[in-house]
């Protein structure tokens, strides 16, 4: 997201955080150092306090942004690192990620907190949205300005329910403030979990509601604001998910013998008129972007198909970017580029992650002619390192903007890095895959500025998402290649004809994968298509191309690692704290 105004957030009073302060999960007491009314009867400090719903709300904080808390640094809700490196796009090198402990099996619901996701965040951000909700009509704006100042807060409570939806399933909804005076109050903010189905609605209705009042844009001063388009991004996202396998479907992912807790891990039956819902939905983004936002495109500038795909994540003016979370951090203290980039090459501080791309995401990858690339993967065979360089960089546009790979610059003009993991028996930056990730940090170096933003919506989804969404209710076959075909062409990717159901669903899967690599999709996708458990997907054999030098320096394919899937883990656990107070049902499992 655009920072301009939310600045603002920065100067917001102490006394307004301590009214929003929270002890626990749901139980979060008023401090009187400051009363509601107060806030509400200034402009001024109502809209810092819209500013605390954004930044509680996750938009400047977990999960969608790196953002500290007293076991370490979260991104999306893995601990010093990616989501990406728990699925088969990435592996982080260093052993102390959350990514780590997901993929060797070891977190449960006594330490969910340490590794992958803090639920109380969320809960923090949707009491303030539900503050405001209540308070706003108090403010001195106008009916006009404070009917779209609510929708903004509408729509972070929504998004809120949706990553914790995401995660858990059904999820307890709080749609008001909750208030703890005496012992008698206790039962009030102990709600159980509503059911999927109740779940979805309440993000659904709660998307519509806020379209309604939300602008198509603002001037530019206060460009970065929730618009229209970002309600009917989430509405689309939230059905995508509803109609997915995972959810959508007669067979729990695992045996469930309590029918009120099948209810709340999904719907009960199969019905294919969830997938149109979802296919409406990711249409009304692409039509309010072409007829009403009157700025919101795919990106197509630049003539060098490299540059085109990278801009989208380093230039803030995109205007493909319909939401995103703002700056990744300072130059001082910035944990995004410590994180993100490689050791030695590029960070020069200690304990770098060294994010490594698999060569089992990689061959997702086509040759830039539209065909797939062949490998060498004889185990134990020396390859010269003359057939690596080949291979991979005759791989399209968008692995090259992505992957720093041996033999290339980090940035132009910096000169050629060789980045052997051996080379006369000195280890040097280790990774594994087939070259560090830089789709978002490329020519970043230590102290410098990180990225300007991540992106939560971008228009290229919706069109993936319609695509998938159709293609699922044997819709027409002329919108299906329509949608994925404007994603390749973009990409200067050969455009696909529309051959059958089964074959399409693996080419919009496939496409998916590459448009959307690393932006924290495919960890949830594979698990919505429920294929997570799949050979080399979240399980079993991850492999990359170790380079040896010397001099004649070879590849040889490296498997360096077996991770470990249980179906449980298709969703999240609920913290034992919480289930130890009676009124959470946990997940099947665990």
């Not at 040896?548 to 969703?571: A, C, I, N, Q």
């Amino acid at each position: 997201m655009k920072r301009n105004v939310f600045n603002k957030i920065l100067v917001v009073s102490m006394s307004i955080l301590m009214l929003t302060s929270c002890t626990k999960y749901l139980e979060k007491p008023e401090s009187s150092d400051i009363k509601i009314d107060d806030i509400f009867s200034s402009a001024e400090r109502t809209e810092q306090f819209l500013w605390t719903v954004y930044q509680t709300c996750s938009i400047f904080e977990f999960p969608y942004y790196w953002a500290s808390g007293e076991n370490g640094y979260y991104h999306y809700g893995a601990t010093y690192t990616i989501v990406a490196a728990a699925d088969d796009e990435a592996d982080a090198y260093s052993n102390i990620t959350g990514a780590e402990a997901f993929n060797k099996g070891n977190w449960s619901s006594s330490d969910i907190y340490w590794y992958e996701f803090r639920s109380e965040f969320c809960y923090k951000g949707i009491r303030n949205a539900n503050l405001f909700i209540e308070n706003i009509d108090k403010a001195p704006f106008s009916d006009k300005e404070k009917a779209s100042m609510k929708a903004e807060a509408i729509f972070l409570r929504a998004l809120m329910h949706f990553d914790l939806m995401q995660r858990l399933g059904g999820v307890a909804i709080v749609d008001k403030s909750l208030k703890v005076t005496s012992a008698e109050d206790v039962p009030e903010v102990r709600i159980p979990r509503s059911t999927y189905e109740e779940t979805v609605n309440f993000i659904v209705k709660s998307c519509d509601d806020a379209a309604k009042d939300l602008p198509n844009s603002y001037p530019s001063k206060y460009r970065g604001r929730i618009v229209k388009g970002a309600a009917l991004a989430l509405k689309a996202r939230t059905l995508l998910y509803a109609a997915s396998p995972l959810f959508n479907s007669a067979q729990s992912y695992v045996p469930v013998a309590d029918p009120e807790l099948r209810k709340m891990i999904g719907y009960t039956n199969y019905d294919p008129h969830r997938w149109q819902l979802a296919a409406d939905a990711s249409k009304a983004v692409l039509d309010w972007a072409a007829n009403e936002s009157g700025w919101c495109k795919l990106y197509r500038e630049k003539s060098n198909l490299v540059d085109r795909y990278e801009e989208i994540f380093i230039n803030p003016s995109v205007n493909e970017t319909i939401l995103d979370a703002g700056f990744m951090g300072t130059s001082t203290n910035n944990y995004f580029v410590r994180f993100m980039t490689p050791g030695t090459v590029v960070y020069t501080g200690t304990d770098p992650i060294n994010i490594g791309v698999t060569l089992n995401f990689t061959k997702f990858y086509q040759k830039a002619d539209g065909t797939d690339q062949t490998w060498d993967e004889q185990p134990g065979v020396n390859y010269p390192y003359s057939e690596y360089r080949r291979k991979l960089k005759e791989l399209e546009p968008r692995f090259q903007a992505s992957v720093f790979y041996s033999g290339e610059e980090w940035a132009r003009g910096t000169g050629t890095v060789y980045h052997f993991y051996e080379q006369h028996g000195k280890l040097l930056d280790a990774y594994n895959g087939v070259g560090f990730l830089r789709k978002f940090v490329k020519g970043v170096r230590n102290g410098s500025n990180p990225p300007p933003k991540w992106i939560t919506f971008r228009l290229a989804e919706f069109y993936l998402n319609y695509a998938e969404a159709l293609n699922e209710v044997n819709g027409d076959p002329n919108q299906i290649t329509w949608a994925i075909n404007e994603i390749r062409d973009r990409a200067g990717m050969p455009g696909y004809s529309y051959t059958n159901q089964e074959d399409m669903r693996n080419k919009i899967h496939r496409e998916r994968g590459v448009e959307l690599a690393f932006e924290e999709h495919r960890y949830f996708d594979v698990r919505r298509w429920k294929i997570a458990g799949n050979e080399g997907v979240m399980k079993g054999g991850m492999y990359g191309l170790r380079l040896v030098g010397g001099s004649s320096p070879t590849y040889h394919l490296e498997k360096f690692e077996d991770r470990v899937w249980d179906d449980k883990m298709y969703l999240y656990p609920f913290r034992i704290s919480e289930i130890n107070l009676g009124y959470i049902v946990q997940n099947p499992g665990w």
